[in-house]
């Protein structure tokens, strides 16, 4: 996989038989921060997700999934401490994903596409000038899933620089008017920033979208399905 990142997908309804399982892969602190969702649905799906990125991570390092350790940057994102393997996770929904590169950071994000919202308005407050103009040039029916391409797109870049929200938001744009091309337009800070840079957009299933960024160019990407193909 050394060049080519790995992008797995899961839906936690296909995974509830499994729970079991996979409680007894988490540590200790997992263990406790799973008992601290008030809702047993969010308690279970974090439980299947991080049961899931433990038996990924195990299969990739040759390791048992009890055997991973994570550690956290500042800003929450966990992280292997004497492994060069990137990774990242995101979660919406019924679904998860999980991305996987040697190369350079990686980040994913998923995203259920509802429309009980008024896309416009959000867009105004996080987007860039250049992705407001263009989500305002959307045919009305097409607006909500424009605007989650957008979202997943400029998230997926958040969460692989890894800073979460201190990053700048509209100081970069994305395109944002197709489900499965994704282009880094602009980066206002630095030119040239925006061509390091790889940008993929997935639909994994319907209702959702995903994105994942790599800050190398030429990126390739491989997607996986948990349910077809077990570890
Ligand atoms: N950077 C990257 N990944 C991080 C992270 C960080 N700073 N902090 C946590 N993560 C990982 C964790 O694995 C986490 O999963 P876990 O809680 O099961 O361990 C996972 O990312 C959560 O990702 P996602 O499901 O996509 O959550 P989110 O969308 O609610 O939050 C964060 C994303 C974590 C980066 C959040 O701190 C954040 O900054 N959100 C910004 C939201 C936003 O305004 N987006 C605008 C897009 S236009
Ligand atoms: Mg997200």
Redesign the pocket.
């Given at each position: 996989m050394n060049d080519v990142a790995h992008v797995w997908y899961c839906a936690f309804s296909k995974s509830q038989s499994k729970l079991p399982e996979f409680e007894l892969l988490l540590s200790k602190d997992e263990k406790k921060r799973a008992a601290n969702f008030k809702f047993k649905k969010d308690r279970n799906s974090?439980i299947i997700?991080?049961g899931i990125?433990r038996a990924l991570l195990g299969s990739y390092l040759g390791l048992s999934p009890t055997e991973i350790e994570f550690e956290?940057?500042s800003?929450?994102?966990?992280y292997l401490s004497h492994n060069p393997l990137n990774f990242?996770?995101?979660?919406?929904g019924d679904m998860?994903a999980f991305a996987f590169f040697l190369e350079s950071e990686i980040?994913?994000?998923?995203e259920k596409i509802k429309d009980d919202f008024d896309a416009l308005e959000l867009a105004r407050h996080?987007?860039s000038k250049n992705e407001i103009e263009s989500l305002e040039k959307q045919p009305r029916a097409e607006l909500s899933r424009a605007f989650y391409r957008?979202?997943t797109r400029?998230?997926s870049i958040?969460?692989?620089?890894?800073?979460?929200?201190s990053f700048p938001?509209n100081k970069f744009t994305v395109s944002l008017d197709n489900d499965h091309q994704a282009t880094l337009a602009a980066t206002d800070w630095e030119a040239t920033e925006k061509s390091k840079w790889s940008l993929f957009s997935f639909v994994p299933q319907e209702h959702y979208i995903m994105a994942i960024a790599t800050r190398k160019k030429n990126t390739t990407v491989q997607y996986f399905n948990w349910h077809t193909i077990q570890v």
């Open positions: 974090y997700s991080r990125l956290y940057t800003y929450g994102k966990p990242n996770v995101s979660h919406s998860a980040g994913v994000d998923i996080f987007f957008c979202w400029k998230e958040i969460k692989a620089e890894g800073s979460g929200l938001l």
